[in-house]
T-cell receptor, first 113, second 112 residues
């Protein structure tokens, strides 16, 4: 099963409130990623876990947190949502070593109001 | 400025025709290119990847890579309505997984 599952598919959040998005994969992949996709923009890598090590992109370092309690699950946490966080959030996973296929989930569409 | 540039933005192709998509990276550190296809409401799915100079063919799909110019192209022959989708080009690099850098995509519409 090459499936990456994301919950929920749609989420509505209030400005200033926290948001937690969930992702799971059963492929025993070492690496899990979170991407943000806004309309008319390319998917942008926010952060990734290689095993238990979290790597966050420099320009989104303070905006997003993540946790990976076990190999299969990974969450994306926004402490205080702003309007600019409205986007599609794509979770993905790969076998971890360089240049292996990255498998994507269907995404969670977050709308902040 | 996008590090991965794709062209054209959109393409309309008659059924049975050829679709040609282009992608160039401005980051000389990349060493792998990927083509993903995303149908509406679905997750992006990897179509083809290439890291060596030259050409690679899988069924109706052919991908070319010129490493000197960091340019890759995807060609779809005998296009079918089911090929209508967003095609994303991505580049990667390094000795361990660091994620993909995507372009904006090319939207392909195949009409019967």
């Amino acid at each position: 099963d090459t499936t990456v599952k994301q919950n929920p598919r749609y989420k509505l959040a209030r400005v200033g409130k926290p948001v937690n998005l969930i992702c799971s994969q059963t492929m025993n992949h070492d690496t899990m990623y979170w991407y943000q996709k806004k309309p008319n923009q390319a998917p942008k890598l926010l952060l990734f876990y290689y095993d238990k090590i979290l790597n966050r992109e420099a320009d989104t370092f303070e905006k997003f947190q993540s946790s990976r309690p076990n190999n299969s699950f990974c969450s994306l946490y926004i402490g205080s949502a702003g309007l600019e966080y409205s986007a599609m959030y794509l979770c993905a996973s790969s076998a971890g070593h360089a240049n292996t296929e990255v498998f994507f989930g269907k995404g969670t569409r977050l709308t902040v109001v | 400025q996008q590090k991965v540039q794709q062209s054209p933005e959109s393409l309309i192709v008659p059924e049975g025709g050829m679709a040609s998509l282009n992608c160039t990276s401005s980051d000389r550190n990349v060493d792998y290119f990927w083509w993903y296809r995303q149908h509406s409401g679905k997750s992006p799915k990897m179509l083809m990847s290439i890291f060596s100079n030259g050409e690679k063919e899988e069924g109706r799909f052919t991908v070319h890579l010129n490493k000197a110019s960091l340019h890759t192209s995807l060609h779809i022959r005998d296009s079918q309505p089911s090929d209508s989708a967003l095609y994303l080009c991505a580049a990667s690099m390094g000795n361990y997984a660091q994620g993909l850098t995507f372009g904006l995509g090319t939207r392909v519409s195949v009409f019967p």
